[in-house]
């Protein structure tokens, strides 16, 4: 069923979901406040942008065109409908499209940022076959994986430009390493913890194309208090 549901409290934004389907997480409005924007950005592309909570929130902080590509059509048809609500067709296109091969269309050095919030689980022998095909894409590396947004970016990223990624922690190393691989060097990384005394269950991760050597541990993010409330530090978030 779609639904019309508030986007957190950003400028009393909407948002269409679909509820058989992913909505929107706390994951992606992380990673929307996470990536660094700056006044002399121009381009942006979301890679797998779903909805468009992520080009919608970052037109909150920025006046850079944003790409927004999403292969299922279900879903792009809800995102550019969320675009259109909100009235930000001027800033935001969103593209029906395989990333793996759009991005072959694309000069190199086009974009100053690109975010990705991608499937975190590999494919193998135990990915469970029953679920919709919807969230089967959206959970597992079936059509783009580490390797595809790593190269896609190495292409389409200017010099210094920046990737930016929220996933899960037992795969960092693993991120490290396929990043400058691919010529992105790791900068900012910030740990994401459920809550307080627990284990660290997502992870932000920032690199920067033919970057210099060295990165910034940022202060930790607690997602809920004793309670299971928000803490304040997430609420800010969702204001915007």
Do not use: W
């Not at 406040?33 to 700056?38: C, G, K, L, Q, S």
């Not at 060295?214 to 309670?227: A, N, S, T, Y």
């Amino acid at each position: 069923m779609i639904v019309l549901n508030d986007l957190l409290e950003y400028k009393n934004y909407k948002i269409y979901q679909d509820t058989d389907m992913f909505c929107f997480s706390l994951d992606s409005i992380l990673l929307a406040n996470f990536v660094t924007i700056n006044k002399n950005i121009k381009n942006i592309m979301d890679i797998g942008c779903g909805n468009a909570p992520i080009p919608l929130v970052l037109t909150t902080k920025t006046n850079a065109s944003i790409t927004g590509v999403e292969i299922q059509k279900d879903v792009y048809n809800l995102a550019v409908n969320s675009v259109k609500y909100n009235k930000c067709d001027d800033q935001i296109k969103i593209i029906n499209d395989d990333i793996n091969n759009l991005y072959k269309k694309y000069e190199s050095d086009v974009f100053d940022v690109i975010t990705c919030n991608p499937p975190y689980f590999k494919v193998n022998e135990k990915t469970k076959q029953n679920i919709s095909e919807h969230k089967k894409i959206a959970r597992h590396e079936l059509t783009l994986n580490l390797e595809d947004i790593c190269k896609i970016s190495r292409k389409l990223l200017k010099n210094n430009g920046v990737l930016a990624l929220v996933h899960r922690p037992d795969r960092m190393i693993e991120i490290f390493d396929i990043m400058r691989k691919n010529n992105i060097e790791p900068k900012r990384i910030q740990f994401i913890y459920p809550k307080y005394n627990t284990d660290c269950n997502l992870i932000l991760v920032e690199g920067t194309k033919n970057g210099k050597s060295g990165v910034k541990i940022l202060e930790p993010l607690i997602v809920h208090d004793e309670d299971g409330n928000y803490t304040e530090d997430v609420k800010r978030l969702f204001r915007g």
